[in-house]
């Protein structure tokens, strides 16, 4: 019986680098979707507690209120202070949207620069490697 021998290419210390961090980056993408459905499920399910409150505070209060006979005036001022309190949550909320874009950006910016210094030390790694490659007598195989 024969035995086969897979052939291999022989393997660069830049094939093993390049193979291990892709390995590192699929994890990670791999793992987003998760990160996103975990933020909406955290979300959704705060969303239905907000309501479910807000459901049950309705029935209270609307005793109490025909109880006690609550000036609507009251009800209205409340109301515009609400409305004030909400706009300048959500006005917070858009700054730091803003912000995290920005960070993104910046970020984004930043891997450019990187990119390109490292295609930068990488071509002259290559011209090293040339040069020394050229300097060295090759070694003859027997």
């Given at each position: 019986?024969?035995?086969?021998?897979?052939?291999?290419?022989?393997?660069?210390?830049?094939?093993?680098?390049?193979?291990?961090?892709?390995?590192?980056?699929?994890?990670?993408?791999?793992?987003?979707?998760?990160?996103?459905?975990?933020f909406?499920d955290?979300?959704s399910?705060?969303?239905?507690?907000?309501?479910?409150?807000?459901?049950?505070?309705?029935?209270?209060?609307?005793?109490?209120?025909?109880?006690?006979?609550?000036?609507q005036?009251?009800?209205?001022?409340?109301?515009?202070?609400?409305k004030?309190?909400?706009?300048?949550?959500?006005s917070?909320?858009?700054?730091?949207?803003?912000?995290?874009?920005?960070?993104?950006?910046?970020?984004?910016?930043?891997?450019?620069s990187?990119?390109?210094?490292?295609?930068?030390?990488?071509?002259?790694?290559?011209?090293?490697?040339?040069?020394?490659?050229?300097?060295?007598?090759?070694?003859?195989?027997?």
């Amino acid at each position: 019986m024969a035995q086969k021998t897979e052939s291999k290419s022989p393997l660069s210390v830049c094939d093993v680098m390049r193979d291990s961090t892709n390995d590192v980056i699929m994890k990670l993408e791999g793992l987003l979707p998760l990160y996103i459905e975990g933020f909406a499920d955290l979300q959704s399910e705060g969303l239905r507690i907000a309501r479910d409150f807000f459901g049950t505070c309705y029935i209270a209060e609307k005793e109490l209120e025909d109880k006690l006979g609550v000036d609507q005036k009251a009800i209205e001022s409340f109301e515009k202070f609400s409305k004030i309190m909400s706009q300048t949550a959500i006005s917070q909320i858009e700054m730091f949207s803003n912000m995290q874009k920005t960070f993104v950006d910046n970020a984004k910016m930043a891997l450019e620069s990187y990119d390109n210094q490292v295609k930068a030390m990488l071509s002259t790694y290559a011209k090293m490697l040339e040069y020394a490659s050229a300097s060295i007598p090759k070694v003859s195989s027997k």
